[in-house]
């Protein structure tokens, strides 16, 4: 079995806003195994962004607070490192990419540039060392005269290229895991399908692990080893991606996959998840989805389900409808 | 037989590229390059495209809120496009659009129940003493509370503000609806109240849609005939089962392939396309889709393929197809 | 209704007080601390201005020679100047005047900036080229060196002081109008490719509906803060020419001609109460107006909702 | 600008401007940093909040090379445009300044036509201006231009 590279424990993020705190991220725990792809899927608002970025201590802190939990990288606890101590981990051996390509490049520095960056910053590569590898690393991610790339600005690529650059900048110093966050959600279908054999290709060349972050089940069947369903700041299911797609447990799980209408699958009318996601704030102890959830019960308005294994001994749910209190009801 | 609501024949639009110390024109954007396709009456009718294939443009122009280039727009068998600035107007009541974005397609200084009931005041189509009554009915047609009358925008949920664009537009009681990318801009579980909610006002309200997005998923689930566009020209019209069971240019069937399935155990061949999507400010000659094209041949590089009908109702423009 | 409702309706909460963007401005200004000082500096300095007068015991034209040059004591409490007028009761009277320029220049300079930017920005072609060439061409025009010249004419036509005001009003509010047409122009043409305006089209609205319901209401919070900083611009336009002799004329008091006594060398270093209250009255006045401004921008500004 | 009567040369008589030129400089400096100041700080708040930053910080890059290399280079980006602006007040705004500091400038002898009612040397004097203004507008566009890529025109 694969070592565990990350580990969340009881992860809690907060954000104290003017409307009172919102528990973004509120006693979150997975593991990511070394070599694997883990998805976080989750509908906005979720806090699936906030986890990733609490792993690469990206969170802005005066309106957001760490208040309690550790992330476990290879086993050092990377909130307690020192800032000097977590420049040297970001960008080196874990990496990310963000959702929006068209304003994740610096307009007015050069491709190459950009790229040789990390390089010089980690590797202590010198410029003429840098540039090779760097357009290496422009062939790697598939992008043709990569030579007249490395000269050029942002402005002048696609949408697609660009994140075939954030790609190639989050590979630079051979990461041990790439974090991606909603990659493909700003780009068209074709462009989407591109990008997604381009990180299987690397995963498979690279052994990089991948947690990659989205809303689209489509990709999370692509792409996933491994499956975390969030919903209002907490996990809610997790399970190999066979086993989520095959048994979900979790009625919001259910809702999603019935509610996407799918290619050649004639359904006369979608099921909709009725109502809307909660205020976040001060949710108070009660299952979130309970005011959505076509199976709630008493216990769910008064009492918070635990994230337990039932059944297949990794196929974990947070939902009363499989605990004893709750059949006895 | 049907009777045909909207007719558009050979419609082209081009945006003027101005350069220069003197703003000369130095080039066209072709966002529509000679489409023709109509919209029978209760019908729902999807356009498929990726972004800059000028499938918002259409919708635009076929309500004419930006001016056409060339062609002719049909509405009920009048060109709109003649119409004067007044008759317009009257006219705007029937044809209604619902937008993408909801966070930007909504006054932020009006309440809801103004702005949903505004253009019937402005149309003197009812009085205002009892204009409060008709847009209450409307907003819970659309599944919106009614103590909502007074609130403003930057109280509601995305999902919630495009059930008052819908409001909004469904109080005018139109025959013809442009939905352009409605549920795009939404998460899974609200997109399908939205979608559920335009599929019963159809059949409540007998309206005719012209449904754009980029999702084939939902357009397949929705429409009963669908044109797939491809850098401002349609490439393929058919009817729905017909297009999605054996669809016959390779773009279309590249575009169904590219579109991740939730279901792990699927084993399908897929076509993944290589380089990017033209720029529409210089499409390659002949075949635009010819550099992209996984069957391209010299032909494709010198001739524009010709539109035809290959099957009953089933249109392709592909030399091969 | 045969259509089931695919929502529940939610639940209605307890009646929550509307909050309209311009009741949620209000709340934000005033929770805006330094905002807040700026207003009551300003409400004070108005009241003083407009009222002090008329409790103030000496009249503005009896020369009064036995009390020339006195410090400040208790009958004149900020003292007396070369002639023995009562500089306490000048500074208030000049309060007005400063304040009135300020006002008055800033609404021709909004009146003139609002209409013809609106104008630009919704009418577009041949009318948006010719106001914002225009707008260029006065932009090109120095404003301190145009109006030290249109103020050495005034007094070459021996244009009698009372009136010297006014003109001073229309050709600072003249001069400044290009920025906010710009900003007017500018905040147009960005509401105008918003949906919602396309909506107002597609729902067939009369322009007037169009211009006054959906345009302006958004273009105002623009208009506010720009016209805030021209009120501070437009007192110290009015006390640099006053200073320089061509503003506001003796014996017409004016903070900027008042300050004209701290050239004179003997008054500068052994008088100082002739030119101190003035000065700090201008000092005091713009910043308060640009704490206003400041608290206006952070509250009406949608960005900064974040 | 020089204390009275003195007749030295070279440094000493340099030494003696420096020390008149000291506040009225300080003075001009003081007009222009206020609002460019708040420029600035709009402008960096602005950038700070860009996509690329969050990039550049998910490099690893230390703080002070992500403010100073990434931020920084696009915030200056609307302060060129400002510089062509203070050209014109660098000669009309030293007008007031000059006649407090009795500095014999363009400024002082502008006044001075005034009062004697030299019109061509003011009409000149003006369109002086106007033209250093427009001059302005044009070199900060060519300096925009050369700071900011996208504008470059190829």
Known sequence: MAKDLVEFKNLETHFHTSAGIVKAVDDVSFTIREGETLCVVGESGCGKSVTAMSLMRLVEMPPGRHAGGEILFEGKDLLKLSKREMSRIRGNEIAMIFQEPMSSLNPVLTIGEQITEPLALHLLLDRKAAKKRAIELITLVGIPRAEEIFHSYPHELSGGMRQRIMIAIALSCDPKLLIADEPTTALDVTIQAQILDLMRDIKRKLNTSIMLITHDLGVVAEMADFVVVMYAGKVIEEAPVLEIFKDPQHPYTKGLLKAKPIINEKKERLYSIPGQVPNPVDLGDNCHFHDRCEFCMDICRTKLPPLRVHGDHNHKTACWLYEEEGKAQ | MTETLIQVDNLKKYFPITGGILQRVVGNVKAVDGVSFHINKGESFGLVGESGCGKSTIGRTLLRLNDKTEGKVLFKGEDIHSYSKEKLRSMRPKMQ????????????????????????????????????????????????????????????????????????????????????????????????????????????????????????????????????????????????????????????????????????????????????????????????????????????????????????????????? | MSIEQTAPITKTPKAQKVASPWRSAIRKFAKNKLALLGLIIMIIMILICSFGPLFSPYNIYDYDYTVKNKAPNASHWLGTDKFGRDILLRTMLAGRISLMVGLVSTAIAVVIGATLGAVSGFYRGWTDTITMRMADIFLALPTLPILITMGAILSDLKVDPSKRIYFLMLMIGVLSWVSLARLVRGQILTLREQEFMQATEALGLRDRRKIFRHLMPNTIPIIIVSATLLVAGAILFESALSFLGIGVVPPTPSWGNMITAANSLIDFRKRPWIWIPPGMCILITVTAINLIGDGLRDALDPKMKK | MTSTGITTEGWDYIKDVAKHMFLPTLVLVMLSTGSLTRYFRTGMLEVIRQDYIRTARAKGLKERTVIFKHALRNALLPAITLLGFELPGLFGGAMILEKVFVWPGVGQVYLESINMRDYPFMLGFTIFLAVLTLLGNLISDVLYGVADPRIRLK
């Open chain 2, 97 to 321: 659009i619902v937008f993408q974005d909801p966070y930007s397609s909504l006054n932020p200084r009006i309440k809801v129940g103004e702005a949903i009931g505004e253009a019937l005041l402005d149309h003197g189509l009812v009085s205002p003493r009892d204009v409060k009554q008709r847009v209450l009915e409307t907003m819970r047609i659309c599944g919106l509370a009614d103590y909502q009358y007074d609130r403003y925008p930057h109280e509601f949920s995305g999902g919630q503000r495009q059930r008052i664009g819908i409001a909004r537009a469904l109080i005018m009681n139109p025959e013809f609806i442009v939905a352009d990318e409605p549920v795009s801009a939404l998460d899974v579980s609200i997109q399908a109240q939205i979608i559920n909610l335009l599929s019963d006002l159809q059949r409540e309200k007998n309206l005719t849609y012209l449904f754009i997005s980029h999702d084939l998923s939902v357009v397949e689930h929705l429409c009963n005939r669908v044109g797939v566009m491809y850098l401002g020209s349609m490439v393929e019209l058919a009817d729905t089962e017909e297009l999605f069971s054996h669809p016959l240019h390779p773009y279309t069937k590249a575009l169904m392939s590219a579109i991740p399935i939730p279901d792990p155990t699927l084993k399908r061949e897929r076509i993944i396309l290589k380089g990017d999507i033209p720029s529409p400010a210089n499409p390659p000659s002949g075949c635009k889709f010819h550099t992209r094209c996984p069957i391209a041949a010299d032909i494709c590089k010198q001739a524009n393929p010709e539109y035809r009908e290959v099957r009953k109702g089933h249109f392709v423009a592909c030399h091969f197809a």
